[in-house]
DNA sequence: TATGAATGAGATTTCATTCAT
DNA sequence: AATGAATGAAATCTCATTCAT
């Protein structure tokens, strides 16, 4: 038995009923093990918890990173970011959500280490917003409320993308990237070929029945 | 003693610990009231549940047709919208997110009515969009996407507009009927002067210890 | 509002229910009444059993002293008793009922109460089987155990009988003492005529909705 | 710990006090078990409940069918059917009261399941009764009061028989026997050896200390 | 006479977790 | 690696009862 097959379980199950009302036999018994025995693989439901938040955390910030050094222009750097962002939360939905919700689930010192993580991976969009800004390439009412709503319409797409629905991956993210040269007053809307676009992995405790 | 006190008490909690982590004692006494008298006002946890979200959507709705009802043409019937959207949600920030949150903590039956509540809500919207689409006020890449992104953005007004903050309600308002514009390609950024922005009331299951 | 009402509502349920199974807000229900008015009526749960109980057995032994009184002779004497006894049973059918298996859910101290009375009914029918016996009109191999069989067997009653069932109520009593004279071996099976029947009267307690 | 040990501290209790006013903490450290213990062994009251009354009625089948393969005549069969019941509501005398009394207080659909037990073991009786009434072994005025008499009084032994009383087990069943024969007006009180007397065995549900 | 409000105690049941095997 | 047994703590909810009105 592998550690991811009990974190995709348990993806499924925080994300469609949340941390607090899933309880832990109930995760046995999802991949076909003694209550007891799952505390050989994770020790304790927290545990559990914050091994999949980090990894998910991990994630975006390197692939973040990795799609920053796609471009050294920051309009094209916060396209990069866009599209990374919405590839990621709708390539991995249901983690996605999962490391979103239950921030609050955590003590207080696990929420501090992943509240961390999640400010270093909010920071590298303000910084290229910053960065857009300085050279003029941005126009704005309020550049945090930018930032924000961005993010938020991004986090947003783990509620409806469907991997077999009506638009492909690509079609998502070149529209995100759209949505945001708009909000920013960038003229050009596709400042990305299509054969740019990150595409993010799939992680390891993403469950695979949610197509 | 009030049933909007339990009810303040009660969304304070579920906005913060989340619903299936707050206990019923802990509401209690987060009011002064015996476990046991909780039962008295309100019938069980999920009837508290039920009642809040209830009465927060039907709020919505018909602050929403209210706010429909201030113009005839379709951009600014979007940007009352988009205000009212706003608003609503940063003057009742807990209340709101516990209504959107907590869906899944509702038995199916109770789910299907809110989900009716919630999808009236919605296609206030989406109509909205498309009477102005028709009349070519609109362009977008998709409708679909646009008016998904649109509402996202509001409800994470939730996770961060304080009353006491940087910007007023007015000006958080105003600047997301601008994002709202661009993203839809409208010339007008400020089709709504400020003295014609609905002012959403306060409701009585939103506490007011959070400033 | 009548204490026979409340009286008749309790028997109903405790018959159906049990007394410890039965909530007094069930009972107030039952006869339009505030849960806390019962208390107005009655003092609490284990009074209002007590209440009905002590009614009850009452009755019963005055109604078995009363049939006593209708002859001498030890043969037509035990004769009443058992026409007397099936009778009542047979007529409070509930009340007998929960007079009987509801002795455990009192107090010590009630419980006492209720057993003297008890034992004192049961003692009239002991002393009638030992006058016919000293005087040779019964032959049992047993008489302890015959006293008790045929008291059981007159209890049993409240188990089938139905006002509107086969058989009329003197059918079953004539009967049942043509049982006890078999049991108890006296040639003459129908020491009694019809009409020296003792009628029970219904009490007060006794619901009427059960024909 | 075994099942039956629960099942006894069960049947003890409810005996006593009665299945509803008998908690299952109480239960638990009836038997050294934390409540929640319980749980392991049995899910829940009325499972245990439902476990218990089972098992006793099977029993109860599957005893007086082998005692009617005792003989080919109607007559003794009757005795043997007697025999046994009074048998084994003497040699188990708890749980048979509980398997009687606490029929109420199962859910409708086990109650449903268990009166069908209930009836199977009755029908045995009725059988007998006809059979020896077309032969014309037996005279009664009516054969239902007579079947519905003979186990009623067979029942009440578990009210006061004690295994240290006055009368040995074959003298009661001997005794109740001989009462059968009068009150069907058979000529002969003992068609039965005492040898041939079924001797019932006591079931796991049974407690040990009610000498 | 009648009641809504209130409560402490206790009901059954589930929880995450530990431990010997 | 895996599990059944066991448990303290806590979950939701119901209870009989009191009291001010």
Redesign the interface.
Known sequence: MELGKVQQAAVACFA??????TGIRELGSAVGLNSATLYHYVGGKEDLLVGIMNDCLAAMISGAEQALAGSNDPVRQLALLVAFHVGFTATNPSTARVTE?EM??LSAKAREQMQELRDAYEQLFADALQAGERQGSFST??L???R??L???G??VS??YRKDG??TLAQ?Q???I??AM??L?VPDEFPLPAQQLPVPRVIASEPTSKD
């Open positions: 469609q009923r949340g941390f607090a009302a919700y609050r689930a009412v309020d945090g409320i930018a924000l709503a993010m938020e319409m986090t947003g509620h409806w009506r638009l998502v070149l529209n995100f759209s949505l708009r909000i007053a």
